[in-house]
């Protein structure tokens, strides 16, 4: 199966420095990942995707994703934090769960990191 | 715009009740998944659908049950609550073979 895993529970950054929040996943075949983001007591926003290609993602909100083969990672950065960027951040990969009709893709999800932007 | 709407925000249910949670899409969507949010755990897959009367286990399946009679809406059912299902609930829906996928605002229950 595949996965993602999130190394931090929480990330603290000051508003205007730039922020990652890191991924790595573990993949039989070519990764599909995802990020996500939750603001208290919301569902999920999607962010961004790769699917394929560039290596460096573009996403909402002035984030962005970069893709890295070599060290199986999908960090999430932004150059400039904001206060209102506070939030709950997921990764995820796309996996295939197979059933008697044939297989549907489903994403699996990392634990989440709250992100804090101090102003 | 399109929507996957969970019909409540909020519930607090009593131990050995039954429970419905209900989830209905608008945009036609094959798929529907049912996810557990807990502190730390992130999100779980309950159960899936990939079609109206079909149903697949996730990862937590035990305790819950489902039911997807027509295209729209897929229900999670707590056939008697306990209070280790007190938790965010969400929604989500997609198109076969997409890579977009849409979240409910989900529903947070407590079970007392």
């Known amino acids: 199966a595949q996965s993602v895993a999130q190394p931090e529970d929480q990330v603290n950054v000051a508003e205007g420095n730039p922020l990652t929040v890191k991924c790595t996943y573990s993949?039989?075949?070519?990764?599909?990942l995802f990020w996500y983001v939750q603001y208290p007591n919301r569902g999920l926003q999607f962010l961004l995707k790769?699917?394929?290609?560039?290596?460096l993602v573009k996403g909402s909100y002035g984030f962005e994703a970069e893709f890295n083969k070599s060290q199986t990672s999908f960090h999430l950065k932004k150059p400039s934090a904001l206060v209102s960027d506070s939030a709950l951040y997921f990764c995820?990969?796309?996996?295939?769960?197979?059933?008697?009709?044939?297989?549907?893709?489903?994403?699996?999800f990392g634990r989440g990191t709250s992100l804090i932007v101090h102003p | 715009d399109v929507k996957v709407t969970q019909s409540s925000r909020y519930l607090v249910k009593r131990t050995g009740e039954k429970v419905f949670l209900e989830c209905v899409q608008d945009m036609d969507h094959e798929n529907m998944f049912w996810y557990r949010q807990d502190p730390g755990l992130g999100l779980r897959l309950i159960y899936f659908s990939y079609d109206v009367k079909m149903k697949e286990k996730g990862d937590i399946p035990e305790g819950y049950s489902v039911s997807r009679e027509k295209k729209e809406r897929f229900s999670l059912i707590l056939e008697s609550a306990s209070t280790n299902q007190t938790s965010m609930y969400l929604c989500a829906s997609s198109l076969q073979g997409s890579y977009g996928y849409t979240f409910g605002s989900g529903t947070r229950l407590t079970v007392v």
């Open positions: 790769y699917i394929t290609g560039d290596n």
């Open positions: 995820a990969v796309r996996d295939l769960r197979v059933h008697a009709s044939g297989g549907s893709y489903i994403p699996t």
């Open positions: 993949v039989s075949g070519n990764p599909y």
